[in-house]
């Protein structure tokens, strides 16, 4: 089993920047993929971004190619992700995902964290 939790959502102006934090818990965080969903409201959950186990490769959704960054530190089995140039359709929850296999955690991830809110103002 392995527990994610969630951390850095708020508010933040468009065009501003804004960092999510997951802590893992568990069973071993370097050999699991990890990623980021997002769910607008009235939407369903999309991925944003993935970094399989070692890093070494990632995934990003079209949407915010070049603007976000996903990146992970095992010493602190957390993942980050670093949103820059923020957009008001940027607005959702968050919600970090983990799984053993990087092609299961951009499409349907086995564990899920409680998601945090981002909200972008015009």
């Known amino acids: 089993q392995v527990q994610l939790v969630e951390s850095g959502g708020g508010l933040v102006q468009a065009g501003g920047s804004l960092r999510l934090s997951c802590t893992a818990s568990g069973r071993t965080f370097s050999s699991y993929a990890m990623g980021w969903f997002r769910q607008a409201p009235g939407k369903e959950r999309d991925i944003v971004a993935a970094i399989n186990w070692s890093g070494g490769s990632t995934y990003y959704a079209d949407s915010v190619k070049g603007r976000f960054t996903i990146s992970r530190d095992g010493a602190k089995n957390t993942v980050y992700l670093q949103m820059n140039s923020l957009k008001p359709e940027d607005t959702a929850v968050y919600y970090c995902?983990?799984?053993?296999?990087?092609?299961?955690?951009?499409?349907?991830?086995?564990?899920w964290g409680q998601g945090t809110q981002v909200t972008v103002s015009s």
């Open positions: 995902v983990a799984d053993n296999l990087y092609s299961q955690v951009i499409g349907r991830p086995d564990y």
